[in-house]
C-alpha cells in the first residue's frame, strides 16, 4: 500500500496554516489525539482514553485534506513526527509509549481528570 499523502513540499504558508490549526485545536480541547485511522498505536490510546471514559477529540490526519501538513506542523511544534501526538491540557504528552507509562505509573487518570476531560458526559468528538 502506497503512502496517502503527495511527495511534494510543504510550503512554509502552508506550515503556518497548518500549525495555526493545530495549535487552535489543542487549545480548545482538553484532550487531543492526532491520529491515523490504520495505526495500531493511535488504537491503542484511543481505545485506552476510551476505557477511561475520557472526553477527547480525535483528528485523523491520514483523512484530513491538510493532514501531511498538520503532521509536519506538530513535528516542528513538538519534536514528535510519529502518530499518535496525544495534548492533555494544552500539554504535548507524547506518543503511545508516554500515554501508556503515565497510565501505569497512575498519573494519566490524575492529569485527565484536571484537563476536566472525565465526567459523565464523556465522548470521542470527530
Not at 487549545?27 to 498505536?41: D, E, H, I, L, M
Request: charged share 20%; proline share 2%.
Amino acid at each position: 500500500m502506497g503512502s496517502v499523502f503527495s511527495s511534494r513540499a510543504i510550503t512554509k504558508e502552508e506550515l503556518e496554516m497548518a500549525l495555526s490549526k493545530a495549535k487552535e485545536i489543542v487549545s480548545s480541547n482538553p484532550v487531543v489525539v492526532f491520529s491515523k485511522t490504520y495505526c495500531g498505536f493511535c488504537k491503542k490510546v484511543k481505545q485506552l482514553l476510551s476505557q477511561l471514559g475520557a472526553n477527547y477529540k480525535v483528528i485523523e490526519l491520514d483523512v484530513e485534506s491538510d493532514g501531511s501538513e498538520i503532521q509536519s506542523a506538530l513535528a516542528e511544534w513538538t519534536g514528535q513526527s510519529t502518530v499518535p501526538n496525544v495534548f492533555i491540557c494544552g500539554k504535548h504528552i507524547g506518543g503511545c509509549d508516554s500515554v501508556m507509562a503515565k497510565h501505569q505509573g497512575g498519573k494519566l487518570v490524575p492529569l485527565l481528570a484536571e484537563a476536566g476531560a472525565i465526567g459523565n458526559n464523556s465522548q470521542v468528538v470527530k
